[in-house]
């Protein structure tokens, strides 16, 4: 035979020996495929599962006769299969195509790092449900088995030694994919079963043997008033301690429980903000494991018709609301972007229903709440009534119903010498009333002509900051120093002109800069806080504030002056040092105002004086009467609402009477589908001068302490400036042997970053949340968060 004879000879017998081979391994697969069940159904628990295709991620630095295997196994099996030979690739291609199993080649591969391969896909969120499989080196039977400590501290699932034969790899993916691959398909599932318990209306339990709390839904929080956080990992039989439930109660349903029957009756739980537990009907269920032992205990307890009539309203409206928003029905999901930012406001309204510091007239109003529960109609609505009279803030101030005697001017006269001007105000007859309240229309500040004369002499520089004034990410810091240190001028100049504040008080623009200027050169530049930079950053988010959807519908214009005004006069001539430190020296200011609200009083006192000193820098001067005394009433109103004293009292004040009130509202319309969140029974229940009032204070404080809310540069900023600033008085306090205020502000052992964790925890949190219910602020909120976990984790570095 000759050579060409003998190689054709050898072509053929090598593909008749592929044939062979080929055929055999279409038998082997076609065996695997029929072993594989062709239903891809999951079972769990009454659940029916479909199992979808397998994916797989194939990440070697070369391809090997390892990486062959498991891609011909892939293959043969029908699974989708990539590879990828570096990190970066591997990331890409995961975070596009979200496989199902990624395996990375970890046999001493140089070309990247298998672990932090790892640990960066599961830094992903679509990384939960992922099997990750690491290759590793056969170990020889005599070697001893390394740990796989490692691995799993990475993230990986599974270890695989090496073994590049096709059958093999084939028995691997099979024990992936009917193994951990469809485990993490029950987990998944698990999020739809959540999901369903957080929109249900009933709150549920479960806890686990020990009766410690593993699980509460939103239903659960709104019932009680208790976040999740505050009672996950603790003792459920706690919640139950109320006078109504009988006191061997608990002892009865573990028995029944431990036999694995149901439980089923009334049961009482407590609520946070009241001792009076809630009734309503419970159902406690077994979960039982193994050998019938008990693992977990559910409590079902039906919202409807037990709980209030509140809470049944509250639920029905927000459901209705979401839907009608094709929003989920969901209590605990918080997303910004939603019109009037509705759901937003019920979020921080829950924050609100749980806020650590609590008034004793809260306590009342809540005790009252609970009275109401079953009570007969007639009772339930004279409690109205007396909430209603209880939340006005001035419970003692007498109101003189008995019309006086025409022509009695000796009464007259002696209520109007003696009495409270707030109780002269409310003898004024009906038509003079309701003239003193009506409302000019709001202007919004974004359709204001803008004068331009004294604005556009104004360096290019500092035209070009005051661009930005209208965003709440404005850099006052920029301002201050493009103006060497007099922003107030610049920024009041723009924001009165917006607001139309020369138009209301009949004034020219040069008045009001005069006035500016003076008032500006009242103010300390030497005080590293509280200077006339501190005073335009808080009229800053005064405008800013003022230009909310809900307090453009609620003030007028009057308001917004004396707003506008109050921000820019609320710490002229401040000392630098506190009330306290003033009192302990005795100081003059002291002494003149008997020790209360010492500076406060001084500023408005000042403001006004400052203002009548010069008919060049008058801004009053062209007001009637009847139009300067509320506007000076308002500014001086705002100005004493500023002193950190009053805090509580008046963050409570604005909690029960506006935003509960207006909850109350919100609750009537959207279940009679009479308006919206905003609608005019709202806004006409918000704009009485007793609501108004209450807003107003409680702007011009967000607006006073608003620091945490910036981005975290201008944050760091100010609070730099403040501790310097209590620095100073503590030194000074210890040089003179005067009581040390604030013995933490010590420059040498302060913790800046402890010092505003504690702040935002005790004073900021509770005030924002309220502020963000009542006017929707989103990115004020978003800052906050974004803030305090910054100081938390500076803090947490510093004790490190």
Partial sequence: MDNVGLCNLQIGLSFFVQDIERTRKVSLTRDAREDKNTDNEVTFGPMKLKQKNLSILLVFAKEDAQSDGF?????????????????????????????????????????????????SMRATKSSDHTVIVAVTKRIAPEKEEPSVLSLLKAGFNKRIPENHNVN????????????????????????????????????????????????????????????????????????????????????SINNQLKKGKFWEGTYHTRRKSSDVGVSSHCVFSPVLGPGGKLFHIVSVQKTTPDTSYSDRIKEAEYNLANVKLGLPV????????????????????AKIHSMTVEAPITKVINIINAA?????????????????????????????????????????????????????????????????????????????????????????????????????????????????????????????????????????EMTVMNWLNLIEANYHSTNSYHNSTHAADVLHATAFFLTRERNQAVLDQMDQVACL????????????????????????????????????????????????????????????RDEYTPLRETIIDMVLATEMKQHFEHLNKFVSCVNKSTLKLEETSSMSGTGSPDSMAIINQLSTPENRSLIKR??????????PCRTTEMCIEWAKRIAEEYFIQTDEEKRRNLPVVMPIFDRKTCSIPKSQTS????????MFDAWDYFCDIPDLMTHLQENYRYWKEKSEEEAS
């Avoid at 029908?78 to 195509?97: P, Q, S, T, V």
């Avoid at 209208?470 to 924001?495: C, M, Q």
């Avoid at 702040?759 to 509770?766: Q, V």
């Fill in 565 to 624: 005004i109050a921000a820019i006069i609320h710490d002229v001539d401040h000392p630098g040092y506190t009330n306290a430190f003033l009192i302990n020296e005795k100081n003059p200011l002291a002494l003149m105002y008997n020790d209360q609200a010492v500076l406060e009083n001084h500023h408005a006192a000042l403001g006004f004086q400052l203002s009548w000193k010069d008919n060049s820098v008058n801004i009053f001067k062209n007001l009637t």
């Fill in 759 to 766: 702040f935002i925890d005790f004073f900021i949190n509770d």
């Fill in 330 to 349: 969901s209590f605990r999901r918080r997303s910004s972007g939603v019109a009037h930012g509705y759901p937003r406001r019920r979020e921080s309204l």
């Fill in 698 to 707: 409680m702007l011009i404080k967000c607006a006073d302490v608003s620091n």
């Fill in 71 to 119: 891609w011909w196994a892939a293959d043969k099996m029908g699974y989708k299969c990539f590879i990828a030979h570096n990190a970066e690739g591997a990331l890409e291609c995961y975070l596009d195509k979200h496989h199902d199993v990624v395996i990375i080649d970890h046999r001493s591969n140089k070309a990247f790092d298998p672990e932090a391969l790892c640990r």
């Fill in 168 to 251: 093999s790899c084939i028995n691997e993916l099979l024990c992936l994919e009917y193994g951990e691959v469809r485990s993490q398909l029950k987990l998944r599932a698990c999020s739809a079963v959540f999901s369903a318990l957080d929109n249900i209306s009933d709150a549920v339990q479960i806890c686990n043997e020990d009766n410690q709390i593993q699980y509460v839904n939103p239903a659960f929080e709104r019932l009680t008033g208790y976040s999740a956080e505050e009672v996950i990992g603790k003792d459920a039989t706690e919640m139950a301690r109320v006078d109504r439930n009988k006191t061997d109660l608990h002892d």
């Fill in 372 to 508: 109401q529960e079953n009570s007969p109609i007639t009772v339930v609505q004279a409690l109205d009534k007396v909430l209603e009279i209880l939340r006005t803030s001035q419970l003692y101030s007498p109101h003189f119903v008995q019309p006086m005697k025409e022509g009695d001017t000796m009464t007259s006269d002696l209520v109007g010498g003696l009495v409270s001007q707030n109780v002269k105000r409310q003898l004024i007859t009906s038509s003079q009333e309701s003239s003193s309240v009506s409302h000019s229309k709001p202007v919004s500040g974004h359709h204001i002509h803008i004068p331009n004369n004294l604005l556009s002499q104004m360096p290019a520089e500092v035209i070009e900051i005051l661009e930005l004034e209208p965003s709440w990410d404005f850099n006052i810091i920029s301002l201050e120093k493009a103006t060497a240190k007099r922003p107030l001028v610049h920024l009041g100049l723009k924001a009165m002109a917006r607001f139309g504040v020369c138009d209301f008080l009949r004034v020219d």
